[in-house]
T-cell receptor
Framework: DGGITQSPKYLFRKEGQNVTLSCEQNLNHDAMYWYRQDPGQGLRLIYYSQIVNDFQKGDIAEGYSVSREKKESFPLTVTSAQKNPTAFYLC?????????????FGQGTRLTVV | KQEVTQIPAALSVPEGENLVLNCSFTDSAIYNLQWFRQDPGKGLTSLLLIQSSQREQTSGRLNASLDKSSGRSTLYIAASQPGDSATYLCAVRGNTNAGKSTFGDGTTLTVKP
């Protein structure tokens, strides 16, 4: 059963703490993406990766970091430098970057600062 | 920079009504436009994908059109049902700027029984 798995579903972070959100896909897709969604708003791109060991900053990369050591995995770390991390985080993948390809999404991780 | 606008922000209709959701974008240099459905607290489910060379796509009670020259897309939902209640997002993938997608803020639809 192919798809994108995000974990955990809910995550709580203390002030000054780094946390890592997991995203795994078994669709054999080359491109993967991380988006942030705030209440009542659309998605904003944090980071994206077109191939293994390569990734690019999106529109709101400050305070976040990623890695792409394996094709199927694209973890996102929310660092203490991100001053307003409370949001809903969505991971997506597509067969390749750009072009006429469809994007598939995971079920999201809701991060709350406590 | 691509900007995507969805109007209205919220819509409430009685069951059985046909309805139209609107999406407009500022840069017509696009690869495709994708409509998604999002239920509260959930991820996005792809509904329809329209390539830049296409005018419309249909799936069941859904029909999406694309007018690239005017920067507009519409999602038509026929015979609406309470189960259609959700937020509908459109995303435009540009053929510049590394092909990144830009999302609208969505239209939240409520279908009353």
């Amino acid at each position: 059963d192919g798809g994108i798995t995000q974990s955990p579903k809910y995550l709580f972070r203390k002030e000054g703490q780094n946390v890592t959100l997991s995203c795994e896909q078994n669709l054999n897709h080359d491109a993967m993406y991380w988006y942030r969604q705030d209440p009542g708003q659309g998605l904003r791109l944090i980071y994206y990766s077109q191939i293994v060991n390569d990734f690019q900053k999106g529109d709101i990369a400050e305070g976040y970091s990623v890695s792409r050591e394996k094709k199927e995995s694209f973890p996102l770390t929310v660092t203490s430098a991100q001053k307003n991390p409370t949001a809903f985080y969505l991971c997506a993948s597509s067969p390749r970057q750009g072009g006429d390809t469809e994007a598939f999404f995971g079920q999201g991780t809701r991060l709350t600062v406590v | 920079k691509q900007e995507v606008t969805q109007i209205p922000a919220a819509l409430s209709v009685p069951e059985g009504e046909n309805l139209v959701l609107n999406c407009s974008f500022t840069d017509s240099a696009i690869y495709n436009l994708q409509w998604f459905r999002q239920d509260p607290g959930k991820g996005l489910t792809s509904l329809l994908l329209i390539q830049s060379s296409q005018r419309e796509q249909t799936s069941g009670r859904l029909n999406a059109s694309l007018d690239k020259s005017s920067g507009r897309s519409t999602l038509y939902i026929a015979a609406s049902q309470p189960g259609d209640s959700a937020t509908y997002l459109c995303a435009v993938r540009g053929n510049t700027n590394a092909g990144k997608s830009t999302f609208g803020d969505g239209t939240t639809l409520t279908v009353k029984p």
